[in-house]
T-cell receptor, first 111, second 113 residues
Framework: AQSVTQLDSHVSVSEGTPVLLRCNYS??????LFWYVQHPNKGLQLLLK??????LVKGINGFEAEFKKSETSFHLTKPSAHMSDAAEYYC?????????FGSGTKLNVKP | SQTIHQWPATLVQPVGSPLSLECTVE??????LYWYRQAAGRGLQLLFY??????ISSEVPQNLSASRPQDRQFILSSKKLLLSDSGFYLC????????????FGPGTRLLVL
């Protein structure tokens, strides 16, 4: 069975400090992994995806994520948070065309 | 370019009434189609997915059903709504091969009273 666990339901950082949103997955197969962002009252937007190429994936808005098979993790990072990064972030695993979402992490950015 | 439409945007229905939410995709053929429910604080739950006309897979047992009468049309239905059916319903599509991104519709907010 496939599952995705986002370890923190809320993360709060100050503007200009690093962001770390954690995601662990469990899958019997080699998954594709994604991070999506949902701003308040907006639709879901793809940040980045891992599809068995480079383990360090760069996405939009300065975000990146590293696939670590030994740790079954796909954590999302950004060196310096911006106020506009405040949103809900979802880690997603895809197996055979089915997409499974984590429960989400709400990122709060303080001025 | 591809676009995905959902309607209605908002719906308020009494308990026990029927439901029909529609999703259509333009600009692509033979897409994989998905219905998700997003409940407050609980992320997105995959309800149904379809790889072709008339082919529906259900991920969780529930009060809802889905149909795909045409290649780019996906319908979410219920004969009798429950209070617990309230939530935000999202339709999504992805190209017909693996390792591809999903693209989401604007969603329908359903309130069952």
């Amino acid at each position: 069975a496939q599952s995705v666990t986002q370890l923190d339901s809320h993360v709060s950082v100050s503007e200009g400090t690093p962001v770390l949103l954690r995601c662990n997955y469990s899958s019997s197969y080699s998954p594709s992994l994604f991070w999506y962002v949902q701003h308040p009252n907006k639709g879901l937007q793809l940040l980045l995806k891992y599809t068995s190429a480079a383990t360090l994936v760069k996405g939009i808005n300065g975000f990146e994520a590293e696939f670590k098979k030994s740790e079954t993790s796909f954590h999302l990072t950004k060196p310096s948070a911006h106020m506009s990064d405040a949103a809900e972030y979802y880690c997603v695993v895809e197996i055979f065309n089915k997409f499974y979402f984590g429960s989400g992490t709400k990122l709060n950015v303080k001025p | 370019s591809q676009t995905i439409h959902q309607w209605p945007a908002t719906l308020v229905q009494p308990v026990g009434s029927p439901l029909s939410l529609e999703c259509t995709v333009e600009g692509t053929s033979n897409p994989n189609l998905y219905w998700y429910r997003q409940a407050a604080g609980r992320g997105l739950q995959l309800l149904f997915y379809s790889v072709g006309i008339g082919q529906i897979s259900s991920e969780v047992p529930q009060n809802l059903s889905a149909s795909r009468p045409q290649d780019r049309q996906f319908i979410l239905s219920s004969k009798k709504l429950l209070l617990s059916d309230s939530g935000f319903y999202l339709c999504a599509w992805s190209p017909d091969y693996t390792q591809e991104t999903q693209y989401f519709g604007p969603g329908t907010r359903l309130l069952v009273l």
